[in-house]
């Protein structure tokens, strides 16, 4: 459990009542930034335009394939667009390596030297770049510190548990005070458990030094949990930008709302039926905001918004159960309705007390059904 440990936030500084607050200057640039590696066919990254704002944890999601880790590649410098530009602070960087560009990046791997004590791994960039031997101690102390790993700097990287490497890992990346840091994938070679707790560890690290977080991954519970925004990427295109609780609640495309969470989704219409907005999902009809475009289009309910009773939302209607998967914690009810199959989450001891064919009432809000262009 000592991998949980963090360390304590540094105190914000408050604003002054009534100051309106300003939006972050923007840190990194995508100005519609395409890749296309030799011998490809097709583009790993098409025309991808993004902010990321300084002080801020971004994260990039996407399945494998999806073009993230080229973007982090080229912000780090290993790659070149094909086309377009990326900006650091302002400035393109086309053709500048990434030994000059005030980025470091963290690996899955850690890429720590296994000849070197985690001390001297720390103190490595300082050396290369002839810091004074001072400044190189005081900070490398200070970066310590700052990951808990004071105790363990004359170890040597095979001593250490995955997730002090991976502290170690960070604490090299930190210690030249980069303007931004890129972090490939890093917690993926971690087991569940720890893989958990070095997500409130990294989040609280990010507030407590400030610097631009740009995380990669696949795994959408780490996006969720530690960003401030995030982009969700398929085939090279970026789906939709936002905050997790955007991203999650408001889904732009039928991708993002299969790829975030899990979500019953399906085609339908959105007509006006006596001078109301309507929604037709299959057999099932319910109300929707006055602004709701109208025509064919997609529906996106999450299963936890399904509810296997008659008096959790305004819309209730008699269906069939088709299947009960028990997921340990909870059981997913997958119920035939009017043409459309809902997925319920439920509790577990809900779901061992229901069999298929029996007859049941699914019910949810109309408001959480989000029409989805597409």
Same mark, same amino acid.
């Not at 490595?124 to 770049?129: A, E, N, T």
């Not at 997730?163 to 170690?168: E, H, I, L, V, Y």
């Not at 458990?193 to 507030?207: C, G």
């Given at each position: 459990m000592e991998e949980a440990s963090l360390s304590p936030s540094l105190p914000g500084t408050p604003g002054r009542e009534g100051d309106t607050p300003l939006e972050p200057p923007t840190v990194v640039r995508?100005?519609?930034?395409?890749?296309? %590696?030799?011998?490809? /066919?097709?583009?790993?990254? +098409? $025309?991808?335009?993004?902010?990321?704002?300084?002080?801020e944890f971004f994260s990039i999601l996407g399945p494998s394939g999806s073009g993230k880790t080229s973007c982090l590649r080229m912000i780090a410098g290993f790659e070149q667009p094909s086309s377009g530009r990326i900006l650091l602070d302002g400035v393109d960087v086309q053709g500048i390596p990434p030994y000059r560009r005030d980025v470091n990046t963290v690996f899955q791997n850690y890429a720590l030297f296994p000849h070197m004590s985690i001390e001297a791994n720390v103190s %490595? *960039?300082?050396?290369?770049?002839r810091v004074a031997k001072h400044e190189i101690d005081e900070r490398v102390?200070? /970066?310590?510190? =700052?990951?808990?790993?004071?105790?363990?700097?004359?170890?040597? *990287?095979?001593?250490?548990s995955g $997730?002090?490497?991976?502290?170690?890992a960070l604490a090299r990346a930190l210690v030249g005070r980069p303007?931004?840091? !890129? =972090? +490939?994938? *890093?917690?993926?070679? =971690?087991? !569940? @458990?720890?893989?958990?707790?070095? @997500?409130?560890? !990294?989040?609280?690290? @990010?507030? +407590?030094?400030?610097? /631009?977080?740009? %995380?990669? /991954?696949?795994?959408?519970?780490?996006?969720?949990?530690?960003? +401030?925004?995030?982009?969700?990427?398929?085939? $090279?295109?970026?789906?939709?930008?936002?905050?997790p609780r955007e991203v999650y609640f408001h889904p732009n495309t039928p991708f993002v709302a299969g790829f975030i969470g899990k979500?019953?989704?399906?085609?339908?219409? #959105?007509?006006?039926?006596?001078g109301a907005t309507v929604g037709h999902w299959g057999g099932i009809s319910f109300p929707m905001a006055a602004d709701t475009p109208l025509g064919p289009c997609a529906f996106s309910l999450r299963h936890e918004s399904v509810s296997l009773s008659d008096g959790a939302g305004d819309i209730a209607v008699r269906g069939t159960v088709e299947e009960v998967v028990?997921?340990?914690?909870?059981s997913e009810v997958m119920v035939a309705v009017d043409g459309v199959t809902l997925v319920a989450k439920a509790p577990a001891h809900i779901g061992f007390a229901l069999s298929n064919g029996q007859?049941?009432? #699914?019910?949810?809000?109309?408001?959480? #059904?989000?029409?989805i262009d597409g």
């Open positions: 995508f100005d519609d930034v395409s890749k296309v %590696y030799n011998g490809a /066919t097709t583009k790993a990254v +098409d $025309g991808v335009s993004l902010d990321i704002r300084a002080g %490595y *960039p300082l050396r290369m770049h102390s200070e /970066t310590l510190a =700052l990951v808990e790993m004071e105790e363990l700097r004359k170890r040597f *990287p095979h001593q250490l $997730g002090q490497r991976q502290r170690a303007k931004v840091l !890129l =972090l +490939d994938e *890093p917690l993926g070679a =971690l087991d !569940l @458990q720890l893989r958990q707790q070095m @997500q409130l560890a !990294l989040k609280q690290l @990010q507030r +407590d030094v400030g610097i /631009t977080f740009v %995380y990669v /991954t696949h795994d959408q519970g780490e996006a969720l949990s530690m960003s +401030d925004r995030m982009a969700v990427m398929s085939t $090279g295109h970026i789906e939709q930008v936002g905050t979500a019953n989704l399906g085609r339908g219409t #959105v007509v006006l039926e006596s028990f997921l340990g914690d909870s007859a049941i009432t #699914v019910s949810f809000k109309a408001s959480e #059904v989000v029409r």
